[in-house]
């Protein structure tokens, strides 16, 4: 079926007998085709209940079938790991719309990691950085918690595995991996977390034989998140893996599909047999793009790579020199910080006064001017991007007055929150008003991306709210625009964003719509 017939079935759904449209869902077999088939068929058969009018079939991808398949659009949505999601994110524009959460022990957890592991018994070494001049084995390049977040791992330890390992081999499933570790073959293996516990309740293997090793980063234990994990690990965490849809996707079936997901129970056969409790709204996936910007790999793959090795030896005389003067500014400022302590302490908290918003605790309209004018100023000299997002919440008043103030201030507290985890680290939002809030996005590559910005706040703070024990549902009206696109100075940009928020308005709510999308004359 091509993209304009399913398009076209989407229209026309319900009227008359026709048969039901088929939608292929793709899914990374990372244990194997049988094993995804086992998994999933149960969520095909649950949203092919839900959502009615459709027939959903399953695809189990290999690792090197998932950029054909989006690419020759054989799929209109992919269940993957989260680094292949980055990758054509970028180069495809599949965009998220639920994160998995797997069960884990009975809790379900929404993130997830690597295991570095050796046989008991062996005369492999115990900690990561004891890797080099072993064989290592993993599942694929492409994997993520099969090899990349491990990779990150060794990076820190300073381990080049193309250069440091006696060999380094890949076996495409986290089952291989695991076999030919006990099986004598290598002397460590990388697999996702959850894939040791999941073989030993199969019994294809015992728990004893396996020992796990660990980076510093996760042995010192200063992440309480991953101390806290309940699985074995040897990485930091990251989130779990996403349902996306591609590009092509109908925005009408893709809003289907996600509401059936999210509100698939926890108990249900279908969570139980994808090992899940089911599903929540996407999560923030920067810190899987940070993986792949420190590693170099993906969209910020260079033409001539360098490891961290070559780093330290080509620049080592400006590292100790940094080095040092970083230890003497640090020294300089504990002495100044212990002699201010009190004057500071007080200075900081007629700042946070000044200017944040005493409801939400975000920065208020003052903060977000200065910000706004450092951040315009830097990208005028630089000849950056960045993007101006004035928000309105939709519905907000009449939850207000039914509920009262105090119902529709904890609303305006968890819509904040919701922004916040909505946009990246180096992003700012403000509350400016009664129900409006502006964002800025920093350092925006393009408009596309600007875009799935505002579709996912717009997503993000359109789903139900529990206050109180009841269902609160408001929208949000976005204004947009691009610096230097849409203008040349701040206000201006500023009273345009606005403009495009009042034409959101009139034009229905709930939507966003930049200043350029605007008619002219």
């Not at 950085?129 to 820190?156: C, M, N, P, T, Y």
């Not at 042995?219 to 893996?241: H, K, N």
């Not at 101006?388 to 939850?399: A, C, Y």
Request: aromatic share 8%; hydrophobic share 45%; net charge negative.
């Amino acid at each position: 079926m091509t993209v304009l017939s399913l398009a076209l079935a989407c229209v026309l759904w319900g009227a008359g007998d026709a048969p039901p449209v088929l939608v292929t869902v793709g899914v990374l077999a990372k244990r194997g085709s049988t094993i995804a088939q086992d998994n999933w068929q149960g969520t095909m058969d649950y949203l092919s209940e839900r959502v009615p009018g459709f027939q959903f079939h399953l695809l189990p991808l290999a690792f090197d079938e998932v950029e054909s398949a989006v690419q020759q659009q054989r799929i209109q949505f992919l269940l993957t790991n989260p680094g292949m999601y980055v990758g054509l994110s970028s180069r495809y524009g599949v965009s998220l719309i639920a994160t998995l959460k797997r069960d884990m022990m009975g809790q379900a957890y929404t993130e997830f990691g690597g295991v570095v592991f050796r046989r008991v018994g062996s005369q492999a070494p115990r900690s990561l950085d004891q890797l080099i001049g072993k064989r290592v084995a993993a599942v694929d390049r492409e994997s993520f918690g099969g090899w990349i977040v491990a990779w990150r791992e060794f990076a820190q330890e300073g381990i080049d595995p193309a250069h440091d390992f006696a060999s380094l081999t890949f076996l495409g499933t986290h089952d291989a991996v695991v076999q030919a570790v006990l099986g004598g073959e290598f002397d460590a293996g990388v697999v996702r977390t959850d894939t040791l516990e999941q073989m030993a309740a199969e019994g294809k293997i015992v728990l004893d034989d396996v020992e796990v090793m660990s980076s510093r980063h996760c042995a010192d234990g200063s992440d309480a998140r991953v101390a806290a994990f309940p699985l074995r690990i040897s990485t930091r965490l990251y989130p779990e893996w996403p349902l996306a849809r591609l590009a092509s996707t109908p925005d009408e079936l893709a809003e289907k599909v996600s509401a059936a997901l999210i509100t698939m129970p926890p108990d249900d056969p279908a969570a139980r047999q994808a090992q899940s409790k089911g599903w929540t709204i996407p999560r923030n996936y920067r810190s899987v793009d940070d993986t792949f910007y420190e590693l170099g790999i993906g969209v910020y793959a260079k033409d001539a790579p360098f490891t961290i090795t070559d780093v330290v030896r080509k620049y080592w005389v400006a590292i100790v020199f940094t080095f040092v003067l970083t230890i003497l500014g640090v020294s300089a400022l504990l002495y100044v910080l212990r002699l201010n302590r009190r004057l500071r302490a007080s200075e900081a908290k007629l700042r946070e006064l000044a200017t944040h918003d005493h409801l939400t605790g975000l920065p208020n309209r003052t903060l977000f001017m200065e910000f706004s004018r450092k951040v315009h100023a830097s990208a005028a000299r630089h000849g950056s991007q960045f993007g101006l997002l004035f928000l309105d919440l939709d519905n907000f008043k009449p939850i207000n007055d039914q509920y009262g103030h105090a119902v529709g201030d904890r609303l305006l507290q968890t819509v904040a929150r919701r922004i916040q985890d909505a946009i990246r680290k180096g992003d700012l939002a403000a509350r400016v008003g009664g129900d409006e809030f502006i964002v800025l996005l920093d350092n925006v590559r393009d408009h596309a991306g600007a875009a799935e910005a505002v579709a996912r706040l717009v997503e993000t703070l359109g789903s139900p709210y529990v206050i109180d024990g009841e269902e609160l549902t408001i929208g949000c009206s976005i204004g947009a625009n691009l610096f230097p696109g849409d203008g040349s100075e701040l206000e201006d940009l500023i009273h345009k964003a606005d403009q495009a928020l009042y034409a959101a308005k009139m034009s229905g709510k709930n939507r966003g719509l930049f200043h350029d999308e605007l008619p002219r004359g």
